[in-house]
């Protein structure tokens, strides 16, 4: 079993950054790959990243490549998501998730943190 947990969140201004965090715990994350994705009022889940903790490897979703950073600490068993030049439309509850690196479904999932990007 992985616990999640999503620390953080909050508001920023259009062009701002915002880096959240989501600290594992319950199993060490070696055969694991963590994600993140974020839903939006009224839209459905969408896929923002990935990083296989084995190998660092990562995959982003289009609209997020090269604004977006996930990496990991592995001494703090935590997954980052640095986000920057923020936009109105990033405004959502981002999740944070993991699954065992052959697994198809993303079997644990975190309580999601509000991410507002207003003026």
């Known amino acids: 079993q992985v616990q999640l947990v999503e620390p953080g969140g909050g508001s920023v201004q259009p062009g701002g950054s915002l880096r959240l965090s989501c600290a594992a715990s319950?199993?060490?994350?070696?055969?694991?790959?963590v994600g993140w994705f974020r839903q939006a009022p009224g839209k459905e889940r969408e896929f923002v990243a990935r990083?296989?903790?084995?190998?660092?490897?990562?995959i982003y979703g289009d609209s997020k490549r090269g604004r977006f950073t996930i990496s990991r600490d592995n001494a703090k068993n935590t997954v980052y998501l640095q986000m920057n030049s923020l936009k109105p439309e990033d405004t959502a509850v981002y999740y944070c998730?993991?699954?065992?690196?052959?697994?198809?479904?993303?079997?644990?999932w975190g309580q999601g943190t509000q991410v507002t990007v207003s003026s």
């Open positions: 998730a993991a699954r065992r690196v052959e697994a198809a479904n993303w079997a644990y």
């Open positions: 990083i296989i903790w084995s190998n660092g490897n990562t």
């Open positions: 319950g199993r060490t994350l070696s055969s694991y790959t």
